[in-house]
């Protein structure tokens, strides 16, 4: 125990050091709660008496995704990371529940493990599909939310992205060693320092017979995209935008906005949209950031958060 311990710790130094993240490094507490029909895994960062925060990662990411970004705000908010439905150590859906609808799944997931939580005041910022579960909660049930982070989603996304992402985790999906991943993302992200990727990968991977694979879920679901045609899917996003412009107009709380400057799922034109249609919103670009803008950039990332925080929390 003591063995790993050092091992994860070390790693998570050497990611912050490349990240450029000038913090003390400690490690987060894991924790498992059984929740609407599944086990549950969940990171707390301590300091419980701060103000909590709630964060949501993003298809094919885990809870470990704000690591970077945890470790600058932990000294100011209490900060519970949740390993969605399918992703990181949490179970997958079982089968009986697979031609349900994973949206709604996932909307209720969130509602249990907020209610699991129990805070009387929190605020809920989510990146991506997490950004997605983060809209659809606020717009739903604002009765405990003090404020709202939505990074780099909008009920209107870029394609181009979305096939970029698809043909890394197709092209991905079973390699021989964890080297080999690392190669592969050290290609497809350039950008990011390569002992991020290694401490991200760490907790992205899982050792099968053949080799290695992603923990996350990659099952095909009756009725997901890849079943439909291409008008079906046209179709089927269309009616989802529509229902997520609707969850973005109801947001009551003070929200923020984040969009990577580098972006290739939201254009400046989505985010400005989807600010001017809320009723209490701003945007932040984060500089020298992608889609995944907290990795990517975490010292802007959480000072933005931050600033934004410290300025809309009520005072208690």
Do not use: C
Request: net charge negative; proline share 4%; hydrophobic share 40%.
């Amino acid at each position: 125990m003591a063995i790993e311990y050092k091992q994860d710790i070390q790693l998570m130094a050497d990611a912050a050091a490349a990240a450029g993240v000038a913090a003390p490094v400690v490690l987060p507490t894991d924790h498992e709660v059984q929740l609407n029909g599944i086990r549950f895994h969940y990171l707390d960062w301590g300091n419980s008496h701060l103000p909590h925060v709630v964060l949501l990662h993003g298809g094919s990411l885990t809870a470990h995704t704000w690591d970077m970004a945890a470790l600058l705000l932990r000294d100011k908010y209490h900060l519970v990371a949740l390993d969605q439905r399918g992703h990181g150590d949490t179970d997958w859906t079982p089968d009986s529940q697979l031609g349900e609808d994973n949206n709604e799944l996932m909307l209720e997931d969130t509602r249990q493990f907020i209610e699991h939580l129990g805070y009387d005041h929190l605020s809920l910022v989510g990146m991506s599909m997490g950004g997605m579960n983060t809209i659809r909660y606020a717009a739903r049930h604002p009765e405990h939310l003090d404020a709202v982070g939505i990074v780099d989603i909008a009920p209107e996304t870029m394609r181009e992205g979305q096939l970029e992402m698809e043909a890394f985790r197709n092209e991905t999906e079973t390699l021989s060693g964890f080297d080999d991943f690392l190669n592969r993302a050290v290609k497809f992200m350039p950008h990011r320092p390569v002992a991020h990727l290694r401490y991200s990968l760490t907790h992205s991977l899982k050792p099968t017979t053949d080799g290695w694979t992603w923990k996350q879920d990659h099952r095909r679901r009756e009725g997901g995209p890849a079943n439909l045609s291409d008008d079906e899917r046209k179709a089927m996003n269309a009616a989802r935008a529509e229902a997520l412009w609707a969850d973005v107009k109801a947001i009551q709380q003070p929200t923020l906005l984040f969009k990577g400057e580098n972006s290739k799922i939201l254009s400046m034109e989505a985010a400005e949209a989807t600010v001017a249609a809320m009723r209490n919103a701003r945007l932040v670009v984060i500089p020298r950031a992608t889609h995944n803008v907290h990795s990517d950039n975490p010292i802007d990332f959480a000072r933005e958060l931050d600033g934004f925080l410290s300025a809309v929390l009520p005072k208690r």
